[in-house]
Structure formats: structure tokens, C-alpha cells
Antibody, heavy 119, light 111 residues
Framework: EVQLVQSGAEVKKPGESLKISCKGS????????IGWVRQMPGKGLEWMGI????????RYSTSFQGQVTISADKSITTAYLQWSSLKASDTAIYYC????????????WGQGTTVTVSS | QSALTQPASVSGSPGQSITISCSGT?????????VSWYQQHPGKAPKLMIY???DRPSGVSNRFSGSKSGNTASLTISGLQAEDEADYYC???????????FGGGTKLTVL
């Protein structure tokens, strides 16, 4: 079964750093792009960026460029989303999703990681 | 501001049909066949409903259909059922470096 399993909920203070993960299984991890999507409380889906684990080619939405870092470790089939200094406005659910080869739809989604940033 | 424009809400009665529009540009929806639609129920992860404009994944009801005309894509749900009440998001390939853009989402209410 193809699965993306994300790390658990996080509660952090403003200014702290954070790295959340997304572990892929059941498919060739290095051959499929993995995207990250933000959903702020009560709001819609926002595209953050995408990484190709095979060569770590990474693309960012202009809204998130410089705000987060997307990475992947193909040896453990895991993608990451990290922040160096969290803000309260980073409070959201973050989803990872696998992009199908040869097209641009996201066929498998992680369960989401809730990040709460509060003093 | 989302890259793709969707109505904030639509509604319909059980058994009726509704259509959700998704307006883009020639840099995304208009010039490419890579439009997809996702359904999201409260507290759940999004689920793929339509891909490549009009194709349905295995297991998705044939009451869901997609189309495109010019820079606007559409999702039609026929024979509305209570379980269809959810948020719906369109997405498209974009020729910009980000590869993918989403619409702002449409809340479907089944009356």
C-alpha cells in the first residue's frame, strides 16, 4: 500500500525552530515529487513547494520562498519541512502529498501535521 | 490571493446537479490539461476526485465529472447526496517555477 505518514502534532513558541517529517512507503520514493501544503485554521489549501527526492530538486511558491526549507533524505524515504524561527502565523495543518509521475495531480496525501505556535 | 479563482460557496438540494468553476490563466488552466480537483471533509486530508481535467480515479463515483473551456475548469456533481457536502479545491500545473497552484476552495452545502 502506498502511504505517506507524517510526524505528530507540535506545540512551539515563537522564535523556535521546527522540522516535521513525511515518510513514504510502498512506492519508489526517489521517482516521485513530494509537495507540501499549508492549511491555516478555517482556511483553504496553500501550495508551499515541492521536492524531487531523487536529486533534491526543490521548487518553492513565492509566498513561502525564504520562509521554510524543504528537504528529503532518500536513504530513509522521508521528506521534511522546516522552519528556523517560527511565528504565530505559522500555526496551521501541514500536509505532504505525492505527485504522480508524468502529470501534476497529488494522488496520495499524508494525514497532516498540526503545528501550533503560541507564547 | 489564490492563483486560481473559485466561488466561495455553492449549494444544492439532494438529487440536483451543481457546478463549481475554477478560473485561471493561459499560464496554468488555459494551456495545460493538468487540472485536478480535491474534496476535503472537515478534519480530513484532501482526497483526489478528478485529474487531468476530466479523469476519475478508481473508486470515485461517476456522479463527479470535470471539464475545461479556455482558462476555466469546472467540476460538476450530479445527483447530489448529503455526503458530498465538503470543501472542493481545484489545482493546476503552472508554467511558473512552483509547478502547482491551488484555487481558494469552494464550500458545497447540500440543503
Amino acid at each position: 500500500e502506498v502511504q505517506l505518514v507524517q510526524s505528530g502534532a507540535e506545540v512551539k513558541k515563537p522564535g523556535e525552530s521546527l522540522k516535521i517529517s513525511c515518510k513514504g512507503s510502498g512506492y519508489s520514493f526517489t521517482s516521485h515529487w513530494i509537495g507540501w501544503v499549508r492549511q491555516m485554521p478555517g482556511k483553504g489549501l496553500e501550495w508551499m513547494g515541492i521536492i524531487y527526492p531523487g536529486d533534491s530538486d526543490t521548487r518553492y511558491s513565492t509566498s513561502f520562498q525564504g520562509q521554510v526549507t524543504i528537504s528529503a533524505d532518500k536513504s530513509i524515504t522521508t521528506a521534511y519541512l522546516q522552519w528556523s524561527s517560527l511565528k504565530a502565523s505559522d500555526t496551521a495543518i501541514y500536509y505532504c502529498a505525492k505527485k504522480v509521475s508524468g502529470s501534476y495531480w497529488l494522488d496520495v496525501w499524508g494525514q497532516g501535521t498540526t503545528v501550533t505556535v503560541s507564547s | 490571493q489564490s492563483a486560481l479563482t473559485q466561488p466561495a460557496s455553492v449549494s444544492g438540494s439532494p438529487g440536483q446537479s451543481i457546478t463549481i468553476s475554477c478560473s485561471g490563466t493561459s499560464s496554468d488552466v488555459g494551456d495545460f490539461k493538468y487540472v485536478s480537483w480535491y474534496q476535503q471533509h472537515p478534519g480530513k486530508a484532501p482526497k483526489l476526485m478528478i485529474y487531468d481535467v476530466s479523469d476519475r480515479p478508481s473508486g470515485v463515483s461517476n456522479r463527479f465529472s470535470g471539464s475545461k473551456s479556455g482558462n476555466t475548469a469546472s467540476l460538476t456533481i450530479s445527483g447530489l447526496q448529503a455526503e458530498d457536502e465538503a470543501d472542493y479545491y481545484c489545482s493546476s500545473y503552472t508554467s511558473s517555477s512552483t509547478l502547482v497552484v491551488f484555487g481558494g476552495g469552494t464550500k458545497l452545502t447540500v440543503l
